[in-house]
């Protein structure tokens, strides 16, 4: 297994209420509770981006290493750190899964279970009519 971690946030505010280096810590912390060995080169971070925009110099950093099967596993804190909307978000996971990378979220573990495909969908929807 190749691990990688993403972590981003977009605003000044997410800045002061989690930190990138907060995101970093939980995550890095869970890899060492599963034994897991990550890679420095694989740490994608994207401070400052919107997740309303698939655009994203670690995003496509990310996208480019499983496309080329440097990493098979991604772990992420929350969906909405990957993208802010469900649409966005599936077409995300699907791509990811499609080059043979499962995408773990440590604060919304998934199943292929459609309930929780749903619970994300309304989350996703939630998040575009609520807030950043």
């Known amino acids: 297994m190749s691990l990688a971690i993403y972590v981003r946030v977009s605003t000044q505010r997410q800045a002061h209420a989690q930190t990138i ?53 991604v772990l992420i804190t929350d969906p909405d750190r990957l993208a802010r909307n469900y649409v966005h978000q599936m077409v995300l996971l699907e791509e990811l899964e499609r080059w043979g990378c499962q995408v773990v979220f440590l604060d919304r573990p998934m199943s292929q279970d459609p309930h929780d495909h749903l619970l994300l969908q309304i989350r996703g929807r939630w998040r575009n009519t609520n807030g950043p």
């Open 21 to 73: 280096e907060q995101q970093l810590d939980r995550l890095q912390s869970h890899v060492r509770n599963q034994g897991w060995k990550l890679s420095a080169a694989h740490i994608f971070r994207d401070d400052g981006y919107s997740g309303a925009s698939l655009n994203r110099p670690g995003l496509d950093r990310l996208r480019d290493a499983v496309r080329t099967a440097e990493v098979d596993r």
